[in-house]
Nanobody, 121 residues
Framework: QVQLVESGGGLVQAGGSLRLSCAAS?????MGWLRQAPGKERDLVAS????????YYADSVKGRFTISRDNAKNTMWLQMNSLKPEDTAVYYC?????????????????WGQGTQVTVSS
């Protein structure tokens, strides 16, 4: 079992930055950040392989968001720059059990409780 706890969400103006953190207890393979806006499906924002050597980004965040991890600290981050109102959502940290990377939300095995990110215009 892997438990995930997100932190770092909040309210920011458009163009601003936030950094989300995800602390994992237990061994996590591939990990990712997903988000869900009101009335919408939960979508993958970014994913990172077990080693951290491979990353994937949704087109909507490429060039603005950066995913990273430190396995020694069992922590993953999402640096979000140039935030837009359409980035407003609940952001979830997720992890895989035995799989090194995934780009679909339904592939993830473990989930955090989520952290709210609100971007005002």
């Amino acid at each position: 079992q892997v438990q995930l706890v997100e932190s770092g969400g909040g309210l920011v103006q458009a163009g601003g930055s936030l950094r989300l953190s995800c602390a994992a207890s237990g061994r996590a393979y591939g990990m990712g950040w997903l988000r869900q806006a009101p009335g919408k499906e939960r979508d993958l924002v970014a994913s990172i392989s077990t080693s951290g050597g491979r990353t994937y980004y949704a087109d909507s965040v490429k060039g603005r968001f950066t995913i990273s991890r430190d396995n020694a600290k069992n922590t993953m981050w999402l640096q979000m720059n140039s935030l837009k109102p359409e980035d407003t959502a609940v952001y979830y940290c997720a992890a895989l059990n035995g799989q090194h990377m995934a780009v679909r939300a339904d592939e993830y095995d473990y989930w955090g409780q989520g952290t709210q990110v609100t971007v005002s215009s």
